[in-house]
């Protein structure tokens, strides 16, 4: 099983600021099988980004994601009020599908 | 528009059994691959099942191996999780989501597991 592991834990930034969100694999993700998410407080996930860098339909070019192998990140340029969340990465390159533990995104 | 509807989740007692629902609208069901996904409360994200667009192909998270059942029924649009042997610690959210990198996703059913 591909363990994800997500950092920071949470990150504190104001409205404007670039918010950058780490998520390494303890081991190669085929393909680059991995997808980014955002979760608001009592919603589903939503897809942001899949195949490590294609924005997913309706996802605003503000959201990028990068990354090959084991190591990835998602930027954020600049941080909206709906942007302050949850993020998630998920590996579905091999079963079973994994999840990073999340990372919050908090307004300093 | 895509939809995704779950339901069937509520109280049930451990060892005991439910079985979800996914009802789908806006696409057509049987050419897209399926998940559930599930949240334990206050918790991230754990991906549980998988089923191709036929049903040929099935995968399952190791802590539901044995106990869960995933299936689809093409001609109602519908998907389904029929789980067993039920524990506390699958007290969750129970998400359906379209696609192997789960572009859709429904608002969840709540699954709770108490004497």
């Known amino acids: 099983e591909i363990v994800l592991t997500q950092s920071p834990g949470t990150l504190s930034l104001s409205p404007g600021e670039r918010a950058t969100l780490s998520c390494r694999a303890s081991q190669s993700v085929t393909s680059n099988y991995l997808a980014w998410y955002r979760q608001k407080p009592g919603q589903a996930p939503r897809l942001l980004i899949y195949?490590?860098?294609s924005r997913a339909t309706g996802i605003p070019d503000r959201f990028s994601g990068s990354g090959s192998g084991t190591d990835f990140t998602l930027t954020i340029s600049r941080l909206e009020p709906e942007d302050f969340a949850v993020y998630y990465c998920q590996q579905y390159g091999s079963s079973p599908w994994t999840f990073g533990q999340g990372t919050e995104v908090e307004i300093k | 528009e895509v939809q995704l509807v779950e339901s069937g989740g509520g109280l049930v007692q451990p060892g005991g059994s439910l079985r979800l629902s996914c009802a789908a609208s806006?696409?057509?069901?049987?050419?897209?691959?399926m998940n559930w996904v599930r949240q334990a409360p206050g918790k991230g994200l754990e991906w549980i099942s998988y089923i191709s667009g036929s049903d040929n192909t099935i995968y399952y998270a190791d802590s539901v191996k044995g106990r869960f059942t995933i299936s689809r029924d093409n001609a109602k649009n519908s998907l389904y999780l029929q789980m067993n042997s039920l524990r506390a610690e699958d007290t969750a959210v129970y998400y359906c989501?379209?696609?192997?990198?789960?572009?859709?996703w429904g608002q969840g059913t709540l699954v709770t597991v108490s004497s």
């Open positions: 195949g490590a860098s």
């Open positions: 806006g696409f057509t069901f049987s050419l897209y691959e």
């Open positions: 989501a379209r696609k192997r990198i789960q572009d859709y």
